[in-house]
């Protein structure tokens, strides 16, 4: 439809990297591009880190997965939703902060994955390709103390990013038909919407480039929401300062 649409659509998670470095001139044009994102009430809740030590690279690598690509990735970001940069500025005006609320943990979570999600995108923009790694959260208090990264603050998920050395097909997403609807919340989530994506990941995990299998969404969905991800999130939040009222 137009070029930016044909990008969005295009996109795949790149977890291979040629050697080709990413210049910190190009880093900071990706950043300040995707400060333009949205933020609520202008609060800009979030600060990224870009890790570059190789050491902590491979710690956190070894903790969110293993991931390899955490380490070899020209890049490698972590993106926190920062409220301890507001709670300085209240200070500095002989204001205190309101703290602990989940509205503002919700605040500063949506800031920084909209910021994320624009950093990506204007990196894809360039011919680069990148991938998030939720898996820091495996162990996010290593992560903070590698980091130093302080109360009011938490790491939510990291990206890596480079210039791609593998060319993977994008994986389908839902059918519009089964997230848009007019007015109202469905009555229940039509079933043939729902097989007839089945098939069409079936399809994906059969025929992509590598690790193919017999899967489908609904089965790995039922899989993954049966089981208890990450326990340890609520109390390491609320150590941090978020989500105590």
């Not at 007019?182 to 089945?198: E, G, K, M, V």
Request: proline share 6%; net charge neutral; aromatic share 8%.
């Amino acid at each position: 439809m137009n070029p930016m649409i044909d990008l969005m659509r295009s996109h795949r998670s790149i977890r291979k990297f040629s050697d080709r470095a990413v210049d910190d001139d190009t880093l900071r044009t990706i950043v300040e591009a995707a400060q333009c994102a949205a933020t609520s009430h202008f609060v800009q809740a979030y600060t990224v880190i870009c890790v570059k030590d190789q050491s902590t690279r491979q710690t956190i690598a070894h903790l969110a997965g293993p991931q390899v690509w955490v380490e070899r990735a020209p890049v490698f970001l972590v993106f926190c939703a920062d409220l301890n940069r507001l709670e300085s500025v209240c200070r500095q005006r002989g204001a205190k902060m309101e703290k602990g609320w989940a509205e503002q943990f919700v605040t500063a979570t949506v800031d920084v994955a909209l910021l994320a999600q624009n950093v990506l995108l204007a990196a894809e923009s360039l011919g680069m390709g990148g991938v998030f790694i939720g898996g820091i959260r495996n162990d996010p208090q290593t992560v903070c103390d590698l980091l130093a990264i302080p109360e009011q603050a938490y790491p939510v998920f990291g990206m890596c990013l480079g210039w791609p050395a593998h060319d993977p097909p994008p994986k389908p997403r839902l059918p519009v038909e089964a997230v848009l609807f007019t007015d109202r919340y469905p009555d229940a989530h039509d079933r043939q919407t729902l097989a007839a994506y089945d098939r069409t990941i079936n399809h994906y995990y059969l025929n992509r480039n590598d690790n193919l299998r017999d899967e489908t969404w609904t089965r790995q969905m039922a899989d993954f929401m049966s089981r208890i991800i990450r326990p340890q999130m609520k109390v390491f939040l609320e150590k941090k300062g978020f989500f105590l009222k």
